[in-house]
């Protein structure tokens, strides 16, 4: 069965860092392009990261400059380096394919940004 786990978010104070990962099983991994999405509250899900298989990366202008996407596609991980976090990236993370799939979705991460 396909899977998606989220870790690593939590609790941060502004300027902060954060590293999330996105665990993969299955044969989710030949996907092409993966993503990292997130979701504040009241809001609708936005695609915030995405990388492709050979490892190029786009970023929504939010997070540019502050965030970087990895993977790793021997562990079949994707990972988001959260750096100089700001209130407003307070959100649940997910992860899933680009574009998404709806059985993919996952339960997510919460990452929290306050002082």
């Known amino acids: 069965q396909v899977q998606l786990v989220e870790s690593g978010g939590g609790l941060v104070q502004p300027g902060g860092s954060l590293r999330l990962s996105c665990a993969a099983s299955?044969?989710?991994?030949?996907?092409?392009?993966m993503g990292w999405y997130l979701q504040a509250p009241e809001n609708e899900r936005e695609l915030v990261a995405r990388?492709?298989?050979?490892?190029?990366?786009y970023y929504a202008e939010s997070v540019k400059g502050r965030f970087t996407i990895t993977r790793d596609n021997a562990k079949k991980t994707v990972y988001l380096q959260m750096n100089s976090l700001k209130h407003e990236d307070t959100a649940v993370y997910y992860c899933?394919?680009?574009?998404?799939?709806?059985?993919?979705w996952g339960q997510g991460t919460q990452v929290t940004v306050s002082s």
């Open positions: 299955g044969s989710i991994f030949s996907i092409p392009v």
């Open positions: 899933n394919a680009v574009p998404s799939v709806a059985m993919f």
């Open positions: 990388i492709t298989w050979g490892g190029t990366a």
